[in-house]
């Protein structure tokens, strides 16, 4: 593990750090917030996934999360949304497909299968390392994240149930295999067969019968992607009659920005304590 930057904040540590990964093929970074009681104790973990474009530092930076994880005694991990590197494939007029863009799935077809294989490294690979190198508790584990990473974050928890003890997610992509903004790098992932899609789609997911017990969602109403792309209304209709519990908040003028996350972040980290406890 390469240390690339380790900063005090909050009585805890907020660190960088990058490490070669066997699922991307590549070197991945990832950030990684230690609370103070992780000097004494393993602590509850919350991943964190971020949307389209982003990186790591994303919500780092903006996201405003460690002094309520401090408070709490949560580890927040936040990886990057893609592999990396200068032999990585990507598009470079393109912001919805490659690199900032991994959806969290495992690429099938050429050439993005060699490296896009971030459902393996979130959910297995990078797991795995955490456990390794920090006082990790890993029989309580959360997952959250926004847009492409609320995404992400649900699709997760759905085939992931037994391991994950809560979910919830700052305006999801909740059915991207008919998003405007989605469905041209699922095909170029995935390919043609839609079939093969519904293992990334959280409302095709529970109507295949995944089920996860509760699900937080915030959404703001000034988002300009909520219409085309958002959507949360989808997965309201698909839960119906599942036994799954959705706590959707919709938010005046709120936008698709880290204003808007930041705003409620700690809302988010105290529902995930709770559940993590």
Known sequence: M???????????MQGVFSHDSQACKTEMTFAVYVPPQAISASCPVLWYLSGLTCTHANVMEKGEY??????????IVC???????????????????????????????????????????ITQELPAFVGQHFRVDMNRQGIFGHSMGGHGAMTIALKN??????????????????ADW??????KYLGADKAAWRQYDACALVKDGARFPEFLIDQGKADNFLENGLRP???????????IDLTLRMHERYDHSYYFISSFMDDHLKWHAKRLA
């Open 233 to 243: 209304w989808l997965i309201e209709d698909a839960i119906k009659g599942t036994g």
């Open 161 to 178: 149930p037994e391991r994950f003890r809560s979910c919830s997610a700052f305006a999801p992509i909740v059915e991207p295999s008919t």
């Open 79 to 121: 990886p990057d949304t893609s592999p990396r590197g200068n032999d990585v494939p990507d598009e470079l007029t393109n912001w919805q497909m490659g690199k900032g863009a991994g959806f969290y799935l495992d690429a099938t077809e050429t050439p993005w299968a060699e490296n896009y294989q971030m459902y393996t490294y």
């Open 66 to 75: 460690r002094r309520m994880a401090a408070e709490l005694g949560l580890i």
């Open 2 to 12: 390469k240390v690339l930057s380790q900063n005090t904040a909050f009585g805890g």
């Open 182 to 187: 989605s469905v041209g790098a699922f095909e």
